[in-house]
């Protein structure tokens, strides 16, 4: 199984509707990340966690909410989808123990808005 | 955090070894490289990082020049597998501090 698993891997929905993406990782890292892709661009960051109680918004949060529900899931939500919305989106997480402070990285949501 | 550039597209024979360029000219003397390549759509992989002496792992090596102001990220034997966006990024020591992705080096390896 993978360390980051997101679900679902593709998504089509439409314009107005509230979607979710879920992330649950089992690395046992106390931080987690979601970012967001579109074509030919780097990734963005919309928001991340450092541990359970605590949210932070990254550069591109607005039209985004996060849910920590556990140290090992991390969701995103889409309150009301939008076309500009449709983009490639990762989950991540990192590990808050000494060392190396690499992310890993889930296999993406691809999220369609029509 | 302090900026990147890299070229935008470089190719490669398979075979021979990928030498992919980054320019941090403002990087702050806690900052290390972070490489990372992202495959067609996958998620982006984690490669090699380093402070200011020269690393090498299983994967790739990576050179720092003394002022730190650049750094080359050398895959020695590139395969067509290698083809892909290498990021280079500037991350400060410490877990708190995350990872700014830019737009990376399309490395696109011919047979």
């Known amino acids: 199984d993978a360390d980051v698993t997101q679900t679902p891997r593709n998504r089509i929905t439409k314009t107005g509707k509230r979607i979710m993406l879920e992330c649950s990782q089992t690395?046992?890292?106390?931080?987690m990340y979601w970012y967001r892709q579109d074509p030919g661009l780097g990734l963005q960051l919309i928001y991340y966690?450092?541990?359970?109680?605590?949210?932070n918004k990254g550069e591109i949060s607005d039209g985004y909410s996060v849910s920590r529900q556990a140290q090992a899931k991390f969701s995103l939500s889409l309150e009301s989808a939008i076309p500009n919305q449709t983009a490639l989106y990762f989950c991540?997480?990192?590990?808050?123990?000494?060392?190396?402070?690499?992310?890993?990285f889930g296999s993406g949501t691809r999220l369609t808005v029509v | 955090d302090a900026k990147t550039t890299q070229p935008t597209s470089m190719d490669c024979a398979e075979g021979r070894a990928a030498n992919l360029p980054c320019n941090h000219s403002?990087?702050?003397?806690?900052?290390?490289a972070y490489w990372y390549r992202q495959i067609h759509s996958q998620g982006p992989q984690y490669i090699i990082h380093g402070l200011k002496n020269n690393e090498t792992n299983e994967m790739a090596s990576l050179i720092i020049t003394e002022d730190r102001k650049s750094s080359t990220l050398i895959l020695p034997h590139a395969t067509l597998r290698d083809t892909a966006v290498y990021y280079c990024i500037l991350k400060k020591g410490g877990s708190n501090y995350k990872l700014t992705f830019g737009k990376g080096t399309l490395l696109t390896v011919n047979p």
């Open positions: 991540a997480t990192s590990d808050t123990g000494q060392g190396w402070y690499g992310y890993t």
């Open positions: 690395k046992g890292h106390d931080r």
């Open positions: 403002t990087i702050s003397g806690n900052e290390y």
């Open positions: 966690s450092f541990d359970v109680k605590d949210i």
